[in-house]
Protein backbone atom coordinates (compact mmCIF):
# COMPACT_ATOMS: atom_id res chain seq x y z
CA UNK A 1 0.00 0.00 0.00
CA UNK A 2 1.27 3.29 -1.24
CA UNK A 3 3.02 5.27 1.85
CA UNK A 4 0.62 8.37 3.16
CA UNK A 5 0.68 9.92 6.44
CA UNK A 6 -2.06 12.51 7.05
CA UNK A 7 -2.36 14.70 9.77
CA UNK A 8 -6.26 14.52 10.66
CA UNK A 9 -7.28 18.08 9.93
CA UNK A 10 -6.06 17.18 6.27
CA UNK A 11 -7.94 13.58 6.32
CA UNK A 12 -10.74 15.71 7.74
CA UNK A 13 -10.78 17.53 4.62
CA UNK A 14 -9.97 15.10 2.16
CA UNK A 15 -12.92 12.62 3.28
CA UNK A 16 -15.50 15.36 4.53
CA UNK A 17 -15.44 14.08 8.34
CA UNK A 18 -15.29 16.77 10.89
CA UNK A 19 -12.07 16.45 12.89
CA UNK A 20 -14.59 15.73 16.38
CA UNK A 21 -15.59 12.44 15.11
CA UNK A 22 -12.03 11.48 14.07
CA UNK A 23 -11.05 12.54 17.66
CA UNK A 24 -14.64 10.38 18.89
CA UNK A 25 -13.06 7.19 16.24
CA UNK A 26 -10.09 7.51 18.10
CA UNK A 27 -11.30 7.78 21.77
CA UNK A 28 -13.43 4.64 21.33
CA UNK A 29 -10.99 2.73 19.82
CA UNK A 30 -12.29 2.39 16.26
CA UNK A 31 -9.88 4.61 14.81
CA UNK A 32 -6.08 4.99 16.00
CA UNK A 33 -3.76 6.75 14.14
CA UNK A 34 -0.60 4.44 13.17
CA UNK A 35 1.88 7.13 14.22
CA UNK A 36 2.47 10.69 15.36
CA UNK A 37 4.20 13.43 14.81
CA UNK A 38 7.64 14.70 17.28
CA UNK A 39 5.28 16.78 18.60
CA UNK A 40 2.25 14.27 19.37
CA UNK A 41 -0.13 15.30 16.40
CA UNK A 42 -2.02 12.47 15.22
CA UNK A 43 -0.56 11.04 11.55
CA UNK A 44 -3.33 8.74 9.75
CA UNK A 45 -1.51 5.97 7.48
CA UNK A 46 -2.34 4.28 4.13
CA UNK A 47 -3.70 1.29 6.74
CA UNK A 48 -5.67 3.87 8.80
CA UNK A 49 -7.34 5.22 5.83
CA UNK A 50 -8.42 1.78 4.41
CA UNK A 51 -10.06 1.00 8.05
CA UNK A 52 -11.72 4.17 7.87
CA UNK A 53 -13.10 3.45 4.43
CA UNK A 54 -14.43 0.16 6.22
CA UNK A 55 -15.82 1.88 8.73
CA UNK A 56 -18.10 4.58 6.78
CA UNK A 57 -18.92 1.54 4.69
CA UNK A 58 -20.13 -0.17 7.29
CA UNK A 59 -21.93 2.31 9.04
CA UNK A 60 -23.84 2.99 5.34
CA UNK A 61 -25.27 -0.04 5.57
CA UNK A 62 -26.52 0.76 9.08
CA UNK A 63 -24.17 -0.91 10.93
CA UNK A 64 -23.95 1.10 14.72
CA UNK A 65 -20.12 2.37 16.28
CA UNK A 66 -19.93 -1.15 18.29
CA UNK A 67 -20.95 -3.30 15.80
CA UNK A 68 -18.25 -1.73 13.48
CA UNK A 69 -15.74 -2.76 16.07
CA UNK A 70 -16.98 -5.82 16.69
CA UNK A 71 -16.54 -6.74 12.99
CA UNK A 72 -13.58 -5.41 12.21
CA UNK A 73 -12.32 -6.99 15.38
CA UNK A 74 -13.15 -10.35 14.04
CA UNK A 75 -10.73 -13.08 13.04
CA UNK A 76 -12.33 -13.69 9.52
CA UNK A 77 -12.83 -10.23 8.88
CA UNK A 78 -12.86 -9.45 5.19
CA UNK A 79 -12.16 -6.06 3.32
CA UNK A 80 -13.27 -7.59 0.19
CA UNK A 81 -16.27 -8.73 1.86
CA UNK A 82 -17.04 -5.34 2.77
CA UNK A 83 -16.40 -3.62 -0.14
CA UNK A 84 -18.69 -6.29 -1.95
CA UNK A 85 -21.51 -5.53 0.39
CA UNK A 86 -21.17 -1.80 -0.64
CA UNK A 87 -21.20 -2.37 -4.16
CA UNK A 88 -23.97 -4.35 -3.94
CA UNK A 89 -26.08 -1.72 -2.15
CA UNK A 90 -24.79 0.88 -4.30
CA UNK A 91 -25.67 -0.97 -7.65
CA UNK A 92 -29.38 -1.50 -5.76
CA UNK A 93 -29.76 2.46 -5.58
CA UNK A 94 -28.89 2.89 -8.77
CA UNK A 95 -31.17 0.37 -9.83
CA UNK A 96 -33.96 2.18 -8.10
CA UNK A 97 -32.61 5.80 -9.23
CA UNK A 98 -33.09 4.58 -12.90
CA UNK A 99 -36.68 2.91 -12.35
CA UNK A 100 -37.23 6.62 -10.97
CA UNK A 101 -35.90 8.18 -14.05
CA UNK A 102 -37.95 5.98 -16.14
CA UNK A 103 -41.28 6.58 -14.39
CA UNK A 104 -40.88 10.43 -14.38
CA UNK A 105 -39.54 10.34 -17.92
CA UNK A 106 -43.03 8.57 -19.09
CA UNK A 107 -44.69 11.25 -16.90
CA UNK A 108 -42.98 14.19 -18.90
CA UNK A 109 -43.53 12.68 -21.81
CA UNK A 110 -47.20 12.50 -21.53
CA UNK A 111 -47.74 15.74 -20.35
CA UNK A 112 -45.76 17.60 -22.93
CA UNK A 113 -47.82 16.07 -24.99
CA UNK A 114 -51.32 16.36 -23.13
CA UNK A 115 -51.98 12.99 -22.86
CA UNK A 116 -54.32 11.97 -20.05
CA UNK A 117 -52.38 10.73 -17.18
CA UNK A 118 -54.00 7.61 -15.48
CA UNK A 119 -53.92 6.99 -11.79
CA UNK A 120 -51.84 4.05 -12.26
CA UNK A 121 -48.82 6.64 -13.55
CA UNK A 122 -48.96 8.56 -10.71
CA UNK A 123 -49.40 6.07 -8.34
CA UNK A 124 -46.47 3.78 -9.59
CA UNK A 125 -44.24 7.16 -9.81
CA UNK A 126 -45.39 7.64 -6.12
CA UNK A 127 -43.98 4.35 -5.06
CA UNK A 128 -40.73 4.90 -6.87
CA UNK A 129 -40.57 8.47 -5.10
CA UNK A 130 -41.28 6.40 -1.58
CA UNK A 131 -38.54 5.94 0.62
CA UNK A 132 -39.92 3.88 3.63
CA UNK A 133 -39.98 0.92 2.09
CA UNK A 134 -36.98 1.01 0.62
CA UNK A 135 -35.44 0.60 3.48
CA UNK A 136 -37.85 -1.22 5.76
CA UNK A 137 -38.48 -5.04 4.79
CA UNK A 138 -42.11 -5.69 4.80
CA UNK A 139 -41.95 -7.90 7.93
CA UNK A 140 -40.22 -4.83 8.90
CA UNK A 141 -43.53 -2.53 8.38
CA UNK A 142 -46.02 -5.11 9.29
CA UNK A 143 -44.25 -4.79 12.67
CA UNK A 144 -44.07 -0.71 12.67
CA UNK A 145 -47.78 -0.71 11.56
CA UNK A 146 -48.54 -3.59 14.77
CA UNK A 147 -46.99 -0.70 16.89
CA UNK A 148 -48.68 2.21 15.70
CA UNK A 149 -52.19 0.67 16.02
CA UNK A 150 -51.11 -0.80 19.52
CA UNK A 151 -49.64 2.70 20.32
CA UNK A 152 -52.89 4.93 19.08
CA UNK A 153 -53.02 7.97 17.32
CA UNK A 154 -53.21 10.24 20.10
CA UNK A 155 -49.61 8.46 21.79
CA UNK A 156 -48.21 8.88 18.46
CA UNK A 157 -49.13 12.18 17.90
CA UNK A 158 -47.71 13.17 21.63
CA UNK A 159 -44.28 11.58 20.83
CA UNK A 160 -44.25 13.26 17.20
CA UNK A 161 -44.79 16.61 19.38
CA UNK A 162 -41.78 16.18 22.09
CA UNK A 163 -39.24 15.22 19.12
CA UNK A 164 -38.30 18.98 18.10
CA UNK A 165 -38.36 20.05 21.50
CA UNK A 166 -35.88 17.31 22.43
CA UNK A 167 -33.93 18.26 19.31
CA UNK A 168 -33.78 21.58 20.47
CA UNK A 169 -32.50 20.71 23.50
CA UNK A 170 -29.74 18.85 22.85
CA UNK A 171 -29.49 21.43 20.29
CA UNK A 172 -28.87 23.75 23.20
CA UNK A 173 -26.36 21.64 25.03
CA UNK A 174 -24.21 20.96 22.39
CA UNK A 175 -24.25 24.40 21.28
CA UNK A 176 -23.12 25.41 24.37
CA UNK A 177 -20.47 23.31 24.85
CA UNK A 178 -21.81 20.55 27.47
CA UNK A 179 -20.33 17.51 27.78
CA UNK A 180 -22.02 14.55 26.80
CA UNK A 181 -21.20 12.49 30.10
CA UNK A 182 -22.98 15.63 31.97
CA UNK A 183 -26.29 14.94 33.19
CA UNK A 184 -28.61 17.02 31.50
CA UNK A 185 -26.96 15.69 28.14
CA UNK A 186 -27.51 12.11 29.61
CA UNK A 187 -30.90 12.75 30.30
CA UNK A 188 -31.97 13.98 27.10
CA UNK A 189 -30.08 11.18 25.43
CA UNK A 190 -31.87 8.62 27.79
CA UNK A 191 -35.29 9.91 26.39
CA UNK A 192 -33.98 10.33 22.76
CA UNK A 193 -33.22 5.93 22.84
CA UNK A 194 -36.61 5.80 25.12
CA UNK A 195 -38.25 7.50 21.75
CA UNK A 196 -36.17 5.57 19.30
CA UNK A 197 -37.17 2.41 20.84
CA UNK A 198 -41.16 3.47 21.11
CA UNK A 199 -41.07 3.77 17.29
CA UNK A 200 -38.65 0.43 16.99
CA UNK A 201 -39.93 -1.77 19.68
CA UNK A 202 -36.32 -2.06 20.39
CA UNK A 203 -35.85 -4.53 17.43
CA UNK A 204 -31.98 -4.11 16.33
CA UNK A 205 -33.30 -4.87 12.11
CA UNK A 206 -35.36 -1.87 12.31
CA UNK A 207 -33.51 0.53 14.41
CA UNK A 208 -30.24 -0.29 11.66
CA UNK A 209 -33.16 0.27 8.69
CA UNK A 210 -34.22 3.91 10.59
CA UNK A 211 -29.84 4.70 10.74
CA UNK A 212 -29.58 3.66 7.22
CA UNK A 213 -32.33 5.80 5.73
CA UNK A 214 -31.06 8.64 7.70
CA UNK A 215 -28.02 7.99 6.51
CA UNK A 216 -28.47 7.66 2.87
CA UNK A 217 -31.66 10.31 2.69
CA UNK A 218 -30.22 13.34 4.91
CA UNK A 219 -33.13 15.68 3.29
CA UNK A 220 -34.72 13.77 5.70
CA UNK A 221 -32.96 13.87 8.49
CA UNK A 222 -32.11 17.89 7.41
CA UNK A 223 -35.87 18.37 7.69
CA UNK A 224 -36.39 17.32 11.01
CA UNK A 225 -33.28 19.08 12.59
CA UNK A 226 -31.27 16.47 12.44
CA UNK A 227 -27.61 17.71 11.15
CA UNK A 228 -24.58 15.47 11.19
CA UNK A 229 -23.07 17.66 13.77
CA UNK A 230 -25.87 17.27 16.04
CA UNK A 231 -26.18 13.39 15.17
CA UNK A 232 -22.65 13.02 15.98
CA UNK A 233 -22.93 14.80 19.05
CA UNK A 234 -26.35 12.54 19.82
CA UNK A 235 -23.92 9.53 19.00
CA UNK A 236 -20.92 10.57 21.53
CA UNK A 237 -24.04 11.20 24.30
CA UNK A 238 -25.04 7.64 23.63
CA UNK A 239 -21.94 6.31 23.98
CA UNK A 240 -21.50 7.89 27.78
CA UNK A 241 -24.62 6.35 28.66
CA UNK A 242 -23.31 2.55 27.32
CA UNK A 243 -19.98 3.41 28.89
CA UNK A 244 -19.36 1.64 32.24
CA UNK A 245 -19.13 3.75 35.27
Not at 140 to 147: I, S
Not at 154 to 166: Q, T
Not at 206 to 215: C, F, G, M, N
Amino acid sequence: MQHTELKVGELARRTGLSIRALHHYDEIGLLKPSAHTESGHRLYTAADIARLSHILSLKQLGFSLEEISETLGRADFSALRVVELRLQRAREQLAEQRQLCDRLDSLARQLRAAEPVSADDFLQTIEAMTMFEKYYTPEQLKELEARRQAMGDDAIKEVEAEWPRLIASMREQMEQGADPASEPVRALATRWRELVRAFTGGNPGIERSLQTLHQQEPQVAQRQGRDPQLMEYVGRAMACLDAPK
